[in-house]
């Protein structure tokens, strides 16, 4: 039945693409309307990366191609035309950016950094008239790449905040669409967190690596889990350790709690 309804889907939500449908319905994520499907052209738009150092961190210049030409019209998805993820070579540096776009279709950011060294860059933009695109690309700013140690698993709550946040990925399978599910309390009385805001277009962001940041999976709380928590449903490519960011707002301030987890 999934598939069938994939198939006949001819409209879809501008802010979650993933969701679609064979009617104008209002998306069960965000509400909006779904709009017509335009006719996607399945193929990749390379980036390419610029990176410069400067006395705080780095400037990244990032420019989408289709064949000689740079992109300039982008669909807005979660608010914005352009995701960007930048990890630490030790996963102990997470920044979720956004690269503003320049007058000439070239997308920049100034990022501060904690020290010269290797990081990873994980783009997400959907071009307009194109297919989601996901690019990943490792950077220096001085430092040379090397292999860290494998971070120690850390799976015990957080308190982030004021919200406690703890988590049970014990569901979570290769190649299974299984729950991982977030819970947001009260860390004096145990009670629920109810007051979160939208956070670019949704409840929360779930950024998922594997330590050798060979992958990255972005992910957002699905919305028809009625268990207690919010619960993201991300597929696993392969068995190992993985470091993951939750992101969430509350009262204005965007929170992020980091663990660490071991999918069998």
Same mark, same amino acid.
């Given at each position: 039945? $999934? ?7 001819? %409209?879809?939500? /501008?802010? !979650? ?17 779904? /709009? ?5 052209? %399945?193929?990749? %738009?390379? /980036? ?5 150092? @400067? ?14 030409? /740079? ?16 990890? &630490? ?11 503003? +776009?320049?007058?000439? *279709? ?7 950094? +904690? &020290?010269? *060294? ?12 194109? #297919? ?25 709550? =957080? ?13 979570? =399978?290769? &190649? ?11 860390? #004096? ?9 939208? %956070?670019?277009?949704? @409840?929360? !962001?779930?950024?998922?690596?594997? $330590?050798?940041?060979?992958?990255? $999976?972005?992910?957002? +709380? ?41 999918? +069998?």
């Amino acid at each position: 039945m $999934i598939a069938l309804l994939l198939l006949l889907a001819q %409209y879809y939500c /501008v802010m !979650h693409p993933d969701r679609q449908s064979p009617t104008p319905e209002p998306c069960p994520v965000c509400g909006m309307r779904m /709009v017509a499907m335009p006719r996607a052209r %399945y193929e990749t %738009y390379p /980036v390419d990366l610029r990176v410069t150092p @400067t006395t705080s961190g780095a400037r990244l210049r990032l420019s989408v191609r289709h064949g000689a030409a /740079v992109v300039r019209r982008f669909a807005i998805v979660h608010e914005r035309p352009m995701h960007l993820f930048i990890v &630490g070579a030790d996963l102990e540096f997470f920044a979720h950016e956004h690269p503003a +776009p320049q007058p000439d *279709g070239v997308f920049m950011l100034d990022v501060s950094l +904690p &020290g010269p *060294g290797p990081y990873m860059a994980i783009a997400e933009f959907v071009p307009q008239g194109g #297919a989601p695109q996901t690019f990943q690309q490792m950077f220096t700013t001085g430092e040379a790449f090397a292999r860290p140690a494998a971070p120690a698993l850390d799976a015990a709550a =957080k308190t982030v905040d004021g919200v406690r946040v703890s988590i049970d990925a014990t569901p979570v =399978k290769t &190649g299974e669409a299984n729950p991982l599910v977030i819970h947001l309390d009260d860390p #004096a009385t145990g009670a629920p967190v109810t007051d979160l805001q939208p %956070y670019l277009g949704a @409840t929360a !962001h779930l950024l998922m690596v594997p $330590i050798d940041l060979t992958e990255a $999976i972005h992910g957002h +709380p699905d919305e028809q889990f009625t268990g207690p928590g919010i619960a993201f449903t991300p597929l696993i490519p392969r068995a190992g350790r993985y470091k993951l960011w939750v992101q969430f707002q509350r009262g204005g301030t965007v929170s992020t709690a980091a663990f660490v987890v071991e999918v +069998p």
